[in-house]
Each structure stands twice: as C-alpha cells, then as structure tokens.
Nanobody, 125 residues
Framework: QVRLVESGGGSVQAGGSLRLSCAASVDSAYSDYCLNMAWFRQAPGKEREEVVGFDYSTGTTTYADSVKGRFTIAKDVAKNSVYLQMMSLKPEDTAMYYC???????????????WGQGTQVAVSS
C-alpha cells in the first residue's frame, strides 16, 4: 500500500548539517486515505525512538527533547514527502534514521504501520 524511500544520510562532523528525505508511494486506491509520516532513529544497542511526529490529539508536531531546536521537519503534501533538516549535529545523533508512515481510511492516529529501509547518519566528534 505504501512504499517509503529515504535518502540523504551520510557522515558529517559535529556541528554540521544533513537533510534527510522520504518519499511515499501510495497505491492509487488509497489516495483519499489519511497519510501521516514521521521520522524515527535507532542507535546501536538502543531502542528505536521517535525523532519527530505529529500528535493528532493536539494537532501539533512533536520533537524528541534531544533534537528540539536543532531538527526541523518539512512536508510536501503534493509529493507525499517529508524532509528532516538536521542542524548542529552531535555524535549522539549517530543512528539509522527511518521514515515511518501510517495510512488510514478515516483518521490518522499516530501509529505507524509502514517503514522505510533506513538511512545511516554518522556524526564524528
């Protein structure tokens, strides 16, 4: 139903910036469904965490405390794409970054059921 393709990862020195992209391909039969996209990351030996998502109960974009003020999500609804602009990167931002999406017939709820393959981000000190 939904295919996600991420790009933009790479290696950067601390303090640098990267921009991740995620494009969703949605079957035409679901074109009028709610599509919600978010970014997660998983560092080696750690659990996957949500970096940025959308809280439908409050209507607000939510960022992990560790990235507030440094990361910004942007959306292109026409292209079913989201972008993650990452600034002032730190070594602790090193992780595999995953794009996630939910596709629901009625209302999106912030529970993701589609995942991309991930794009690696490595930040050196």
């Amino acid at each position: 139903q939904v295919r996600l393709v991420e790009s933009g990862g790479g290696s950067v020195q601390a303090g640098g910036s990267l921009r991740l992209s995620c494009a969703a391909s949605v079957d035409s039969a679901y074109s009028d469904y709610c599509l919600n996209m978010a970014w997660f990351r998983q560092a080696p030996g750690k659990e996957r965490e949500e970096v940025v998502g959308f809280d439908y109960s409050t209507g607000t974009t939510t960022y992990a405390d560790s990235v507030k003020g440094r990361f910004t999500i942007a959306k292109d609804v026409a292209k079913n794409s989201v972008y993650l602009q990452m600034m002032s990167l730190k070594p602790e931002d090193t992780a595999m970054y995953y794009c996630a999406a939910e596709l629901r017939r009625l209302q999106c709820v912030g529970v993701y059921n589609f995942w991309g393959q991930g794009t690696q981000v490595a930040v050196s000190s």
